[in-house]
């Protein structure tokens, strides 16, 4: 005959203690702490990156459009025509689309900003090419800059774009040097 004996044992508890609850929650509060910081950081992360190409191809998109101007006028046109480069103010000028009897992209003085979708975006396309060299061709740069998310207004993001333009019909004077 088989007996059953039943042990008891005195003092020890089968639940967990207040501190090692304590020590579980604390634990558990940090993971969950870190975890949001690195998806907010993530977060803004993406939103610079998307930020970051949107205003680039705007950047882009005026280059084009100064490209696009050059190609549609005459080098006396795009030098000093009404809205020719050498017209334009030393601090800069951007690209708009005209709205006169052809719709065509002209330079406008200013920076532009209403035409940036990005917060805090600008862009401006300044020369410093020589007189001595303008007939040949000009040298631009874009340069553009925006605010990230959470970042200061008094610390844009910025970049620039540079190109160079040259004279598709120049026709340099017999016996004078050609462009550089």
């Given at each position: 005959m088989?007996?059953?004996?039943?042990?008891?044992l005195?003092?020890?508890?089968?639940?967990?203690?207040?501190?090692?609850?304590a020590?579980?929650?604390?634990?558990?509060?940090?993971?969950?702490?870190?975890?949001?910081?690195?998806?907010?950081?993530?977060f803004?992360?993406?939103?610079?990156?998307?930020?970051?190409?949107?205003?680039?191809?705007?950047?882009?998109?005026?280059?084009e459009?100064?490209?696009?101007?050059?190609d549609?006028?005459?080098?006396a046109?795009?030098?000093?025509?009404?809205n020719?480069?050498?017209?334009?103010?030393?601090?800069g000028?951007?690209?708009?689309?005209?709205?006169?009897?052809?719709?065509?992209?002209i330079?406008?003085?200013?920076?532009?900003?209403?035409?940036?979708?990005?917060?805090?975006g600008?862009?401006?396309i300044?020369?410093?090419?020589?007189n001595?060299e303008?007939?040949?061709?000009?040298?631009?740069?874009?340069?553009?800059?925006?605010?990230?998310?959470?970042?200061s207004?008094?610390?844009?993001?910025?970049?620039q774009?540079e190109?160079?333009?040259?004279?598709?019909?120049?026709?340099?004077?017999?016996?004078?040097?050609?462009?550089p």
């Amino acid at each position: 005959m088989l007996k059953l004996k039943t042990i008891f044992l005195v003092g020890e508890e089968s639940g967990d203690t207040l501190i090692e609850v304590a020590i579980g929650l604390t634990i558990l509060g940090v993971v969950l702490v870190g975890s949001t910081a690195i998806a907010s950081t993530a977060f803004q992360m993406g939103q610079t990156a998307q930020d970051r190409t949107q205003i680039s191809e705007t950047a882009q998109e005026q280059m084009e459009a100064l490209r696009s101007f050059r190609d549609n006028n005459t080098w006396a046109n795009f030098e000093d025509g009404p809205n020719g480069i050498d017209t334009m103010p030393a601090a800069g000028f951007h690209m708009e689309l005209s709205a006169g009897a052809t719709t065509q992209w002209i330079p406008v003085a200013g920076t532009l900003t209403s035409g940036v979708t990005v917060t805090g975006g600008s862009m401006v396309i300044t020369t410093n090419t020589p007189n001595a060299e303008r007939d040949c061709g000009y040298n631009f740069v874009l340069a553009y800059s925006f605010i990230p998310p959470g970042g200061s207004p008094y610390r844009p993001a910025s970049s620039q774009i540079e190109t160079r333009l040259v004279n598709l019909q120049y026709d340099p004077t017999p016996g004078f040097a050609s462009c550089p």
